[in-house]
């Protein structure tokens, strides 16, 4: 079969994050059917220069993470189609010819097609579909002519089957490169988890980093028939499991102790409570607290709860709409109405500055 080569309507985007091992070979291996090929990653100038002087781009960029990566170098291009792929890996001819049949289609939404990778891993070719949770798929997007901007991470577009033909994937050669990665590829897991459930609470979470884990692990080990894979089947299916668990730890970190639910959402908070159940000092501290939150958050409606006899210092206070009281003494009953109360007003978020046990009952 004849093919009109190279192919001129597809942009090949190739993420590099610091293995040179195959960068050369990979651009090598394309640029006979591509013509429009950047690599993405950071600037090694006795690689890039080589590159460039064969007709291809370079665009800088000291991020690790394959998704930003690609989508910078998407950025940096006005194409329907894309090539998406990774420094370390090589396409078949039956898979560049499965692309060159691919981008004649017109498809009527943005479309993924992934490609089929045959892994390498610690230096032995794997003969079952052993692939990190966290780690991006390589693979054709039809972008369309939506002007709208593309983020890769949330793969939202339309997904068709596997490209025929299949890639050769190089992963990592040696066990320091493989725990060089479980950092980047947990907070990957943190960033892609929080796209899917944004509202996740510190129980679930719990439950969650408990039981995952050791479903990826048999997932891996005996239903993707990483057992049988011997020593590299093993070190793949404990260290994808420990990736998934420390991707739940630093979603916590990042998202929930880290505060970065709450700043996704500030421009729907329009009720605010604040709890500060101790002394006069530290209820005075509270004011320039509640000063700050109003110059930053002009209109929003702010709420104090406190001691009844540090109320005085909040009652005149022209950023706050309400100020609650409760007895140092107080029972179980007068908690338990004061909760009550409170739940009525529906605040869109508490800020319990000192948590106590009564503190943290009532928030």
């Known amino acids: 079969m004849n093919y009109a080569i190279p192919i001129s309507n597809v942009s090949v985007i190739i993420a590099y994050r610091g293995s040179d091992r195959h960068l050369l070979g990979t651009f090598n291996s394309l640029k ?10 950071p600037n090694v100038v006795a690689i890039s ?28 291009k006005k194409s329907s189609w894309y090539l998406l792929l990774e420094g370390r890996e090589y396409f078949s001819t039956v898979l560049k010819e499965s692309i060159y049949e691919t981008v ?20 032995q070719p794997l003969k079952y579909p052993l692939e990190w949770t966290h780690d991006p798929r390589s693979g054709l997007l039809f972008g369309g002519t939506d002007k709208q901007e593309i983020k890769t991470r949330q793969l939202s577009f339309f997904r068709k089957n596997h490209l025929q033909g ?12 493989v725990v060089a990665n479980i950092v980047e590829r947990s907070e990957y897991g943190a960033d892609q988890l929080y796209q899917i459930n944004p509202r996740l609470n510190s129980y679930s979470l719990f439950i969650r980093a408990l039981t995952a884990p050791a479903e990826k692990f048999y997932k891996n080990w005996i239903l993707r028939k ?20 420390l991707g739940y730890l630093r979603y916590f970190e990042k998202y929930i102790r880290g ?17 500060k159940l101790r002394g006069m000092g530290d209820a005075v501290i509270v004011t320039s607290v509640i000063k700050n939150i109003n110059t930053l958050m002009p209109g929003i409606s702010i709420s104090v709860l406190t001691f009844n006899f540090c109320k005085p210092i909040f009652e005149n206070n022209p950023h706050l709409e309400a100020v609650y009281g409760l007895s140092e003494e107080a029972s179980a009953s007068d908690i338990s109405k004061v909760s009550n109360q409170l739940s009525q007003r529906k605040f869109d978020i508490i800020l319990n500055l000192h948590a106590k046990n009564l503190s943290s009952r009532l928030a």
């Not at 006979?32 to 990653?41: E, H, K, R």
């Not at 930003?68 to 940096?76: A, F, R």
């Not at 004649?104 to 490609?115: A, E």
């Not at 990483?226 to 590299?232: A, D, H, K, Q």
Request: glycine residues 10%; proline residues 2%; aromatic residues 12%.
């Open 49 to 76: 220069e080589g590159i460039k002087t064969h007709g291809g781009n370079w665009l800088e960029s000291e991020s690790s993470n394959i998704c930003e990566l690609w989508e910078k170098g998407i950025q940096s």
């Open 32 to 41: 006979m059917w591509f013509d429009n090929i950047t690599i993405v990653g």
């Open 226 to 245: 990483g057992i049988r894979e011997g020593f590299e089947g093993c070190v793949f299916s404990l260290v994808d499991s420990l990736v998934v668990f």
């Open 166 to 177: 299949e890639s050769i994937y190089f992963s990592e050669n040696t066990m320091a490169e």
């Open 104 to 123: 004649k289609l017109t498809p009527v939404q943005r479309t993924w097609f992934p490609v089929k990778r045959n892994i390498i891993f610690l230096k």
């Open 259 to 275: 505060g970065g639910q709450i700043k996704d959402q500030l421009s729907s908070i329009k009720k605010i409570l604040i709890i």
